[in-house]
């Protein structure tokens, strides 16, 4: 028999991996950065300026406010523990639902139909209801975090159970596989880089989620969506700049770490 | 060597059609009159009948779409028949497809290993198995590569591996080496005929290359354009191992020139 020759992967660590894919993110901030000076400075009249002022006199008075700073870390860790809550639970029951819809054709179009209802009910119309039928604390929040990012999963999950090739069944099949083996050695592991495409969605999703709960719940302690509420009802522009930067380098971690751990699991997973 | 009229001769004991039950020990498939349509209405197959025992190895050729395919999931009960009947008395049948078909997450040992997996087959004893298996189609080093850093031909290889991993007494080809450069392809119709000559399968082997065929086969089966049905069975003379030079000799374009004559004449 003949030498075989493989065409070997280049292995990359996971650090270089991550960083490779938060460079663009960076990059990105960079430009809005760029773009924020050039509003201040070349839009906008001194007499305006107040509406948005420059990047380092928004972040250097709130940076250096311990009183203002204290609660905000605070609340954004709140936000976080509610997304990431949400996040889980969105997970779990996505997944599962999508399992259950993929192992009958009828179960597929008994119960779809929900996650496209799902999903096209504007969630802000719901957002009331879930606090008159859960209060106006944690659990409505997570509920709004879970709602908002639950489509995605079930919808990726569902499309990479479905994926494996009619020959790949039909090698299962031949082989007397059961109800369970196909599940768990053929269409779970097929659909593993679509549930973390759906992943990567929904974790994006959740921190949204979890923002919009902080806004219309404001019982018990706030979250940092709670203070964005408030700093613009007391026109406090630094604290108001500063929190919303924040939240948005909280979502681009976020992103960036799901997106890192796609291409870490999903790469070894194939063997890439 | 035979080559049947449209109608084809029922004297012959091979493929006699009324005792075409497994009757000879040495019976591994027999399909007796088969017909199939689906229900689209398409109709595959009309009337017919093949038997295969056990140290045979049997091509089909025929024009792409005249029913191969369909004749070999009718043979290991992926489909069933619309009429007539599919016997066999193989204990184990493997069925290799056209593109390898691996699971992508899974090493090559660990694509061997699905079948004896599948089985409830205790860890160690499937992985001495597979890697016994991986050796012999000429893998051995390659155990822990996943699909995507193999070429072509070695996923084919894992793809046999993985056929022959479950000892079959009766192989299913279909056109595995169809989507293989030339080269390759010649590589492993060679070694294909090693692991028959080892392992001695009945072997039903779907190619749409003549030459593959005749080279590979001791029946040659050539099949009509849609609806299928078989319209000429070519015997083969030579004793395995069969020299990969033989390709190059007379009496082997004599019959190759029978076989596609025959291909012509019902396409
Ligand atoms: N499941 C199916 N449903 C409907 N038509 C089918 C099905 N499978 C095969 N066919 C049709 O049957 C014919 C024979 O198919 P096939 O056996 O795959 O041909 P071959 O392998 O010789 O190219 C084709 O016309 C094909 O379209
Ligand atoms: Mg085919």
């Known amino acids: ?39 201040t400075y070349l839009v906008l009249s001194p007499q305006q300026r107040f509406l948005l002022p420059p990047p380092h006199e928004a972040f250097g008075a709130a940076l250096g406010n311990p009183q203002l700073m204290g609660p905000m870390l605070d609340a954004l860790g709140r936000t976080m523990a509610v997304a990431v809550i949400g996040l889980l639970i969105a997970v779990v029951l996505g997944v599962g639902y999508a399992v259950v819809m993929s192992q009958s054709a009828w179960a597929e179009r008994l119960l779809y139909p929900y996650a496209v209802i799902l999903q096209t009910i504007p969630i802000l119309a719901l957002v009331p209801l879930i606090g008159i039928w859960l209060g106006y604390s944690f659990p409505a929040r997570v ?26 069944h039909d090698l299962f099949t031949l082989n007397k596989a059961t109800r369970w083996q196909r599940l768990v050695k053929l269409q779970f592991p097929a659909a593993v ?30 979250g940092i969506g709670g203070l964005l509420r408030l700093y613009t009802q007391r026109l406090q522009m630094d604290a108001l700049f500063t929190a919303i930067t924040l939240t948005a380098l909280f979502g681009v971690v976020v992103f960036a770490v799901f997106a890192a751990l796609d291409r870490a699991v999903v790469g070894r997973w194939y063997g890439r | 060597m035979t080559i049947l009229p449209g109608n084809f001769a029922r ?18 498939l027999a399909v007796d009159r088969v017909r199939k349509s689906f229900a689209t209405g398409t ?3 009309t009337d017919v009948s093949l038997t295969l025992d056990a140290g045979e190895f049997v091509s089909v050729v025929g024009p792409s779409g005249c029913g191969k395919s369909t004749l070999l999931r009718l043979a290991c009960g992926l489909e069933t028949p ?92 279909d056109e595995p080496f169809g989507a293989l450069d030339e080269i390759t392809r010649l590589q492993m119709q060679t070694e294909l005929q090693t692991l028959f000559r080892l392992k001695r399968f009945a072997g039903l082997f779907i190619t749409h290359s003549v030459s593959e065929a005749v080279y590979l086969s001791t029946r040659v089966v050539v099949m009509s354009g849609r609806p299928g049905r078989i319209v000429a069975d070519v015997d083969i003379p030579w004793d395995y191992p069969r020299a990969p030079e033989l390709r190059y000799e007379a009496e082997f374009a004599a019959i190759a020139g029978k076989v596609s004559a025959a291909l012509g004449q019902h396409a």
Request: aromatic share 6%.
């Open chain 1, 143 to 168: 509920v709004v975090c879970v709602i908002i990012s639950l489509f995605p999963m079930i919808a990726n999950t569902l499309f990479g159970l479905q994926s494996a090739s009619a020959a790949a």
């Open chain 1, 193 to 222: 880089p679509s549930i973390f495409t759906g992943l990567r969605t929904a974790s994006g999703l959740s921190v949204i989620g979890a923002i919009v709960g902080d806004f219309f719940f404001q019982q018990g302690a706030p």
């Open chain 2, 82 to 173: 619309t009429a007539g009947k599919v016997t066999t008395s193989a204990a184990s049948t493997s069925y290799v497809f056209q593109d390898a078909t691996l699971l992508e997450w899974r090493t090559a040992l660990r694509n061997v290993e699905l079948v004896d997996e599948l089985r409830g087959a205790p860890k160690a004893e499937r992985r001495a198995k597979a890697l016994g298996v991986l050796e012999l189609v000429g893998l051995a080093g390659f155990e822990h590569h996943h699909p995507r850093q193999l070429s072509a031909g070695m996923r084919m290889r894992v793809s046999l591996g993985r056929a022959l991993v479950a000892e079959p007494e009766l192989a299913l080809f």
């Open chain 2, 43 to 45: 109709v595959a197959l």
């Open chain 2, 11 to 28: 004297a012959d004991p091979r493929r006699g059609t009324e005792e075409n039950d497994l009757t000879t020990s040495t019976r591994a």
């Open chain 1, 1 to 39: 028999m003949s030498t075989p020759t493989a065409v070997d992967s280049a292995r990359r660590p996971w650090l270089r991996t991550a960083l490779a894919g938060a460079a663009p993110i960076v990059g990105a901030l960079a430009g809005l950065a760029a773009i924020w000076y050039g509003v």
